[in-house]
């Protein structure tokens, strides 16, 4: 067993965006990425400092909006607006979950598409569907398919299992293997038969939220296993979506929660911004 080391894999990854950085602004373009967080959910708050952490490690501008819970939809819209005009601005990322009397759709089908690092907007998604390179695809995805390629593991051929239909996770995951030439099941609360889906899966992606929910009988073994869970526990301590404890033996790779597949998600946000502004910097006539 091996584990998929997201922490070195999303250090490789900074690096080489650090480096973009720096030559960018050495043509006159500095990449900036605008996040905007709604209300007080603790989770979002936390995620949203690690994303101006990162930024702030490689060098990009991060310009933060932090918005009170009874903001509403058109205040929200407006602001989105003003940064869609913004040409400083390169990536806009509204933070999910949004408070309840606000259209999450609406919202981020009013991102400019050519600003929408998260790859939520339709027009991202029918890119990726379509096997088209030029959109922007979601992070934790994207950042799980960087860490296969790290580890050299081609998912061509391969049983791929989706546990979760999330349009974060689930759904552009399935795109990406399916692009990639794995054979892609997406499977979720009302799937039957469950555990004999899993045994048959070379790759298990596992984004369903519930903690320690792919245990040891679900797992061929020599499989290669990718948690996405980031479950808090009563105690404090944060939990995967998979039994690491008693899967991790059985497996040939698996990720770690923490360490997995989190900090690739925070590396493939900045990596979208520097494309975005790559973009920008073409557009100029820079490069
Ligand atoms: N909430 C949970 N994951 C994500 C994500 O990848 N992007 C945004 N914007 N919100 C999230």
């Known amino acids: 067993m091996k584990i998929l080391d997201g922490k070195i894999s999303s250090a490789n990854a900074k690096e080489q965006i650090k480096h973009d950085t720096e030559v960018l602004k050495n043509i006159g373009v500095e990449p900036a990425l605008a996040v905007i967080l709604v209300g007080e959910n603790k989770a979002s708050q936390t995620y949203v400092a690690s994303k101006e952490k ?4 490689t060098g990009i501008k991060s310009i933060m909006h932090r918005l009170p819970e009874s903001t509403t939809q058109s205040e929200l819209l407006a602001l989105i607006n003003v940064l869609n005009l913004d ?3 390169d990536g806009i990322l509204v933070q999910l979950p949004l408070p309840k009397h606000i259209d999450t759709n609406t919202v981020l089908e009013n991102i400019r598409c050519d600003k929408d690092v998260d790859g939520f907007h339709a027009i991202n998604v029918g890119k990726l569907a379509s096997g088209f390179k030029d959109g922007f695809v979601p992070c934790t995805p994207l950042g799980i398919m960087n860490m296969l390629n790290e580890y050299n593991i081609d998912p061509a051929g391969k049983n791929a299992v989706i546990i979760g239909r999330s ?3 689930g759904k552009p995951m399935a795109s990406l ?3 990639a030439n794995a054979t892609i099941t997406i499977t979720h609360s009302k799937t039957k038969n ?3 889906i899993c045994k048959n899966a070379d790759i298990i992606v596992a ?3 519930k903690p320690n929910f792919v245990t040891k009988d679900m797992v061929k073994d020599g499989a290669i296993v990718i948690d996405v869970g980031i479950n808090r526990l009563d105690d404090g301590s944060l939990c ?8 991790a033996e059985k497996t040939s790779y698996i990720t770690p929660v923490p360490g997995g597949v989190g900090p690739m998600t925070i590396a493939m946000l900045l990596k979208n911004t520097i494309k975005s502004t790559q973009n920008r ?3 100029l006539g820079l490069v």
Do not use: S, W, Y
């Open 54 to 57: 990162a930024c702030i490690q």
């Open 87 to 89: 040409d400083g601005v």
């Open 167 to 169: 349009n974060i996770v």
């Open 177 to 179: 293997l399916l692009n």
């Open 194 to 196: 469950l555990k004999e």
């Open 207 to 209: 984004a369903i939220g």
């Open 240 to 247: 995967g979506d998979v039994d690491f404890k008693n899967v």
């Open 281 to 283: 910097a073409k557009k």
